[in-house]
């Protein structure tokens, strides 16, 4: 992708099964587990770059002993903050390294060294980027059984549906967001837990200190989920701590939202991205598996681990976006996705060349859309061995050896045109000023075509706004005087909002929608904008389930390329000389490359739960209305 998008979080959770003497001695080091943890949120800090976090958990420790301890950050070097935070904690005790290096010791009097480290990384979809919206969150309270840290990748289409429940229960939130009500729904039922097993052992006599105890033995957290998740209208996957021990990492009923995990003898380990977890812990890709969608991984203090079904899992609905763009490539299966995304546009880029690959160059937008300009390599180069076969046969009777040259010389002609050459800040304010420092995010490699003869093939991975296309890679790419530039991206058209998790939630912010609204008043089709206000208007406030997309009207009465055309025609900049098209992937061809993970809401408007339906028309209200609103909490 040429232009950032935020997107979901990171979450990552180790669990040391054994005691910590065990990894001192195996490993050399009672920080064994901090370590990892670390490791895990670096492979994965491209899941979250406006804070991160962390909250470590000791068990066994006597009362008015520090059990638990919690470091954040919202700067920009967020990971690096927390743990230099973390190591200043245990370096205050280097003069003292035969104290420092004991664990016993360690664990009595040293924060973060504990059994349970739960980490977080933050992508803010959405408002204030204070501290307090840094996870890991915390409930706390005296009794370690009712206390409950979080940390998610999650947003909530709901929430005000939520909130209105919390203070139906007699609690009064202390903010309106989905983080906030999500802890407190959550914990409620845990307290509701507690005080149930609570009032069922003091009617058997036990005194208050043995209830304790028994709490922490007994208590059902998958019951606790069940009942406050049950609710729950969004993307999440969801990790916690319960002070006295317990973990567990939930995922919600579609699989939007992704969570892997791997298990053995030593720990347990959980993250947002299956490679980090195969990389940190040098497993293999199938040794990682994934929480099922609606069920959750419950980590009992005694070292049990269930995977229990929480929510009715759903048609599985998993974020194929995700795959596209924002994952990690090193994957398995998404390298293999990205490849065969990329390979299926072929046939699209050969007609908008008019297979005239011989006066073509072919590129790609740096960075992510690379592995999906190797699937179109190869995709094209298939065409070409087709091709030389032909040329052959053809000739085979008359074939001299310059026409075997000739043959064997036709090669797909690959050179790196734009380069990324620094990430330069916008600090001028002024839109003239802007304008020049974007201009030049990007670079290009002069003499790699030849002026006004070859056209130029360059791939990315998605077109959301279409800014930075417009305003530097298309401009700078016309320099080199091609004959066209023809824009593919390995993406459909992205038309809806997103709601579950990504930096998406804007009708007006997609260059498809300005498209479809331009087509609209091109063909004097404007009546339908109205309709469809209306249309939403009147369904603004039913119940979430009753609402229907009707932005799917906007689109409807144009075909996928004319509405490519129109894109290209917005995206072109003011005197460009070069002819731009713009090649999207279609549909059919997304779900064949990511047969497993057919979210695809963005691109279709076929949202996995009713409270997406109720975003996107309220989206469009704003849109009307002129207000640059979220539609969502």
Known sequence: MSEQIKHECGIALIRLLKPMEYYHLKYGTWQYGLQKLYLLMEKQHNRG??????????????PGKRYIDRERSNSDSSIKDIFDAVNRSINQYGHRPELAGDSAWAKENIPFAGEIYLGHLRYGTFGN????????????????????????????????????????????PRDYSDTVTVLEKIGHFLDEENQQVFR?????????????????????????LQAATKDFDG???????????????????????????????????????????????????????????????????????????????????????????????????????????????????????????????????????ETAFYGMVKGVEDYLKVEKKRMILEKSSSLTESDLDEVIAIRLRVEKIAVKDVKLRTFISQDKGREDLVGHVYDITYGAIRPGIDSLVVIDDSIVRGTT???????ILDRLNPVSVVVVSSSPQIRYPDCYGIDMAKLSDFVAFKAAVGLLHDTGQ?????????????????????????????????????????????????????????VYQSIENLHLACPNDLGDWYFTGNYPTPGGNRVVNNSFINFIEGRNNRAYQ
């Open 49 to 62: 770059q406006d804070g991160a976090g962390l909250t470590s958990l000791k068990f066994d420790l006597e």
């Open 235 to 369: 993307g999440y996957a969801i990790a916690g701590l319960i002070g006295h021990g317990d973990a567990f990492v939930i995922r919600d009923p579609w699989g939007i939202r992704p969570a892997f995990y791997y298990l053995n003898d030593e720990f347990a380990v959980v993250a947002s991205e299956r490679s980090a977890i195969q990389t940190v812990m040098n497993v293999a890709t199938d040794d990682v598996k994934e929480v099922n969608p609606g069920y959750g991984l419950i980590i009992k203090r005694n070292g049990t681990i269930t995977h229990e079904e929480i929510r009715v899992p759903q048609q599985r609905r998993s974020c194929s976006f995700e795959r596209i763009y924002f994952s990690r490539g090193s994957d398995r299966d998404i390298y293999q996705e990205r490849k065969k995304l990329g390979e299926l546009l072929t046939p699209a880029i050969l007609k908008a060349i008019n297979y005239d690959h011989s006066n073509t160059v072919f590129s790609y937008i740096p960075n992510t859309a």
């Open 129 to 172: 980027n204070s501290i307090d919206y840094v996870h890991p969150v915390m409930r706390d309270n005296n009794w370690k059984s009712r206390t409950l840290v979080l940390a998610g990748n999650f947003n909530m289409t709901n929430v005000d549906e939520l909130f209105n429940k919390l203070v139906s229960l007699g609690q009064h």
């Open 469 to 475: 296309l417009k305003e530097s890679i298309l401009r």
């Open 526 to 582: 404007e009546a339908i904008i109205n309709k469809v206000y209306r249309k939403c208007k009147e369904q603004q406030y039913l119940p979430k389930e009753e609402i229907v997309n009707y932005v799917k009207e906007i689109y409807s009465p144009f075909t996928d390329d004319q509405l490519a055309e129109k894109i290209a025609q917005l995206l072109t900049p003011k005197d460009m000389r070069a002819k731009v098209k713009i």
């Open 200 to 224: 069922q052992y003091k009617n058997e006599g036990y005194s208050n200190m043995e209830i304790s105890k028994l709490i922490a033995e007994n208590i059902n957290i998958g019951k606790i």
